[in-house]
């Protein structure tokens, strides 16, 4: 199993988003992908029409207190070969337990969910956590379980601050906690065709090689809230962020070292539009 | 609408690239399958690699095991660039047929730090002679370059474990002699004072005036540009045709030339004037700017004490003070001149 955190140091840039649509993807094509909901506000759960009672249901929380199984706490989504470990508001008091040395040791604190998720590692291909911008328990203990994190930006000069305290914050957790963990690279969202936006994607793919940045951008989008309010992952709509959200799955697989992912395979097939039809689904 | 300031947004990048820094030195322990390793495209350290010295190596591996694990740059999932470990790898690959090695994993590593660690790993666990370290100077020196680093001869005579005056050495070597010329010193056909010592004499040519010459030429430039082309080998007075000079650059020209002719080497023992018993064969080293370079082995340090003894009889006086003005430490016109 490989796990991904989908993370970055400031809100509001699509950390959910990619997420819910990358694990989508990666389920479509066939693949085993459990996302873990580690945002107290239950985001990516909401992307789903779960019909469990979250409040009772056990979810991310219970996961890492160790009250639940990690299976117990599995919710199958309406898409095939996507699980789902959700939250809810309960999830924001976990640092009581994380710090407190009675109920969790200090030295363990940062490994609990690396710990649980070892339990579940062979049922997934992939795990993907949609982390907090926060700089806490629960985001430390996603960074020490991921094997690869994926920076969602917007092209500003949010976007360079955030990868300054990002580099910061990744140096610590592999010196520290997670010494393989390793930038897969930033995801542009929301993206226009304007000119301050070009010349940040231009700066920060062409000026620097620390972080690498994903060629493929999501185009900002309207069906991508019309989608949440659906209750169904945008790449199953025919819009522009669903084609890009496919095509920056292919390209974080070819990264992965997977052979048959070939976004120019998938453009030259022209399985962007059809992708639906492609997959069974139109 | 206002133009994007670049300047600030490269500012910015720099910020980002400098405190992205440290996770670029940061590595961890990894098996990584051999097929995703590509060794460094310009490893100037294997290029002695033969296919006994892996051969020997292999077995060790295969008796003993690996002990240190291979260095690599992690560009991407399938594909890891070597910086420390090619012997080995070879060893382990063409030879013991490993599908995955141990490996020390960098990542984003810039091609020049990574280069530049390949370089410093062997310099560390190797000897390299003199002349095959000409080779690392030169590929050390444009990373150098091109990394902006601030003091590069320090940073040079560091990383190759030489003095500052070993890299300038070097520098003069690479900068003033040919292609073939360097080549020979690499290989040791040509030894690196020998080279030095050419280098130097070419680049005195090229400068037809001295350290102080120089320096009053310099002084005199404002008010008369003139004298710097002078072929005035003190400095003190100018020579009668820059007195005379009318603006002609005919005659400047000339006057550059035999100024020019006139800055052959000097040797300041072996002077013009001073008689060399005939038939003996040179066994010191040129002089080059005064300073002596080179090593005797006992056999020519006992053969230069005869020499010694027979030319102290030829001259029991010593060499003649109004033909020769010996210089301390054969710094001509040096303050220190004449100093015992």
Known sequence: MKTIAITYSKGGVGKTATAVNTAAVLADEGFRVLLVDLDPQGCATANFSVKKDMESFPTAFELLTGDSEPSGAIIHTGIKGLDLIGAEYRLSKINDFLYDPEKCPKEIAQYILKDRLEEVKNNYDFCLLDCLPSDDMIKKNALSAANYVVLPAIADDYALTGLEYLSKELAEVKRTTNPALSVLGVLFTMNENTAVKKAYTDALSNGQNIFPVFQQTIRKCSKIPEALNHQKPVVHYRCTAGRDYVAFTYELLTRLGYDNYSVDKLKQQQLFQPYLAHKGRG | ?340
């Open chain 2, 1 to 340: 609408m206002m133009a994007i300031n670049l300047k600030n947004l490269n500012k910015r990048i720099e910020n980002v690239t400098a405190s992205g820094e440290k996770l670029t030195t940061l590595a961890h322990s990894e098996e990584v399958p051999t097929k995703y390793i590509i060794p460094a495209q310009n490893n100037i350290c294997a290029k002695h690699d033969t296919t006994e010295s892996i051969q020997e190596l292999a077995d060790s591996i295969a008796a003993s095991g690996l002990i240190h694990d291979l260095t690599v740059n992690k560009i991407s999932e399938t594909e890891y660039h070597i910086i420390s470990g090619e012997r080995r790898f070879r060893a382990v690959t063409r030879v013991l047929k490993w599908e995955t090695v141990s490996c020390r994993v960098y990542e984003h590593m810039s091609d020049d730090h990574a280069q530049l660690m390949l370089l410093e790993a062997n310099l560390q666990v190797r000897h390299y002679s003199d002349g095959e370290l000409l080779d690392f100077y030169k590929e050390a020196e444009q990373i150098i370059e091109r990394m902006q680093v601030k003091a590069p001869q320090q940073a040079l005579a560091a990383l190759l474990g030489k003095s500052t005056r070993q890299i300038r050495k070097y520098q003069a070597i690479a900068e003033t002699l040919s292609q073939d010329e360097q080549r020979a010193i690499a290989s040791g056909t040509m030894s690196l004072n020998t080279g030095a010592q050419l280098a130097q004499q070419r680049k005195d040519k090229k400068k037809p005036s001295g350290p102080k010459t120089k320096k009053s030429a310099g002084k005199k430039e404002k008010a008369e540009p003139i004298p710097k082309m002078s072929p005035d080998s003190n400095g003190e007075e100018p020579l009668p045709n820059q007195m005379s000079f009318d603006g002609n650059t005919a005659e400047l020209t000339g006057a550059f030339e035999d100024a020019a002719k006139e800055m052959q080497p000097e040797d300041d023992i072996a002077d013009k004037d001073v008689a060399t018993p005939a038939g003996y064969q040179r066994l010191t080293h040129e002089r080059c700017n005064g300073i002596k370079t080179g090593y005797w082995s006992d056999a020519n340090k006992e053969e230069l004490v005869q020499r010694l003894a027979e030319f102290e009889n030829a001259y029991p006086s010593g060499p003649n003070p109004e033909n020769k003005k010996v210089s301390f430490y054969g710094f001509k016109d040096s303050k220190l001149a004449g100093i015992k």
